[in-house]
């Protein structure tokens, strides 16, 4: 996934703004209510690593945010609802 952001200089060079023209840091998924455990157990068994988690209070209430790389290498942030 990639978002281009065009400035005139980087117009100019023919590549977007940021890092080996990325500039996503991360795209944020929502989940659907369900158990940690099963959650955890899931992304295993496909041999994906939690590189980062977090618990965070905001306006939708309590959650726990696991972030993850897809194949490409892209982070992805999985919003677990608490």
Do not use: Y
């Amino acid at each position: 996934m990639s978002r281009w952001r065009f400035t005139r200089a980087s117009w100019a060079r023919g590549t977007p703004d940021g890092a080996d023209g990325r500039n996503v840091d991360h795209i944020a998924l929502r989940l659907g209510p369900c158990a940690e455990s099963a959650l955890r157990e899931h992304l295993a068994s496909w041999n994906v690593a939690v590189i980062e988690e977090r618990s965070e209070e905001g306006l939708g209430g309590r959650s726990l945010s696991l972030f993850v790389r897809d194949p490409s290498g892209n982070q992805i942030e999985l919003v677990l609802p608490l």
